[in-house]
């Protein structure tokens, strides 16, 4: 299969029109270089703030809901998307409100051409989500089980805890997804650090897809760094660097990679070293020290 990146920018948008046109512009693209699975930022949707105004955009907790009030016309939209190109897309992640009252989540939506096939919510929220914006960890790691294979979830900040991955990959995945939303090279390294610690401890395929760009009509997003990539583990079958593809930093636009399981499966089991098989051995150790 072939795996596409965003780097994406935010944009204040006049109309909800415009959220179409310029999705499906990002989609059509992605679809033309031959991508199967399109993978979209987090809080990429924040960009939604800017249908309710200015003055909403720009109120930290107005946009929250904002954002949250056009959910279903994002999943329509995705989902027509998915339909005619024949392809699933990681949608950018915004808030949801689970039941009234109740703080937000932090939810990337997976579409495929034939419906949703499920979501992830943020596990472990950043300094800022849990301090100044409130938002809530979600619950549950599920794996979705595609044609194009075992894919898990990790937004941003739950890439950089090894655990997490590892709950995804013992039940199966054999591609995280990574959608980042950073706003300093040291964040969106963090990030970067964490997306190919997980491919190589793992020996799977990351894939890290941010927002870039300046957005200062919203505090929330206002400063965006990173490029969007996709990883490997540095050994049989991948690159010597760990890195299949990426994009310029800060530059819009599409990183792309041919992926195939069958590369994922034979470094597990033939590589030169074997991380995913020898996980289990540290357990042993720490007891022993």
């Known amino acids: 299969m072939k795996i596409a990146a965003a780097a994406y920018p935010l944009d204040f948008l006049p109309d909800f029109a ?6 499906t512009a990002w989609v059509e693209d992605a679809v033309g270089q031959g991508a199967d699975l399109l993978v979209f930022p987090e809080y990429g949707a924040m960009e939604l703030a800017s249908l309710g105004g200015a003055e909403v955009a720009a109120d930290l907790e107005r946009a929250l809901h904002e954002v949250a009030s056009h959910r279903g016309a994002v999943d329509g939209l ?13 949608g950018a992640s915004g808030p949801v409100f689970l039941t ?3 703080r937000p989540v932090n939810r990337a939506t997976l579409y495929g051409p034939g419906g949703i096939v499920g979501h992830q919510d943020k596990q472990i929220m950043t300094r800022f989500e849990r301090e100044i914006w409130f938002v809530d960890p979600g619950a549950g790691l599920p794996v979705f089980d595609t044609p194009l294979g075992r894919i898990g979830v990790l937004i941003c900040y739950d890439s950089e805890f090894p655990l997490l991955a590892r709950r995804l990959v013992e039940a199966g995945a054999e591609v995280l997804l990574v959608p980042s939303c950073t706003d300093t090279l040291a964040g969106f390294t963090r990030v970067r650090v964490g997306a190919m610690a997980r491919a190589l401890e793992n020996q799977c395929v990351t ?18 760094v990173g490029r969007g990539a996709i990883y490997g583990p540095p050994d049989r079958g991948f690159p010597e660097t760990g890195i299949l593809a990426e994009t310029g930093l800060n530059e819009a636009g599409w990183a792309v ?24 051995e540290q357990a042993a150790r720490i007891l022993k020290a």
């Open 207 to 224: 894939v890290q897809a941010p927002t870039v760009g300046l957005a200062p009509w919203c505090p929330a997003v206002d400063e965006n």
């Open 18 to 23: 415009a959220y179409e046109a310029k999705v």
């Open 78 to 90: 995705h989902l027509r998307l998915a339909a005619a190109h024949g392809v699933h897309i990681l």
């Open 100 to 102: 009234a009252g109740a």
């Open 257 to 280: 990679a041919e992926v195939e399981l069958a590369a994922i499966h034979a470094v597990r089991r033939e590589g030169g070293v074997l991380n995913h098989l020898h996980w289990d």
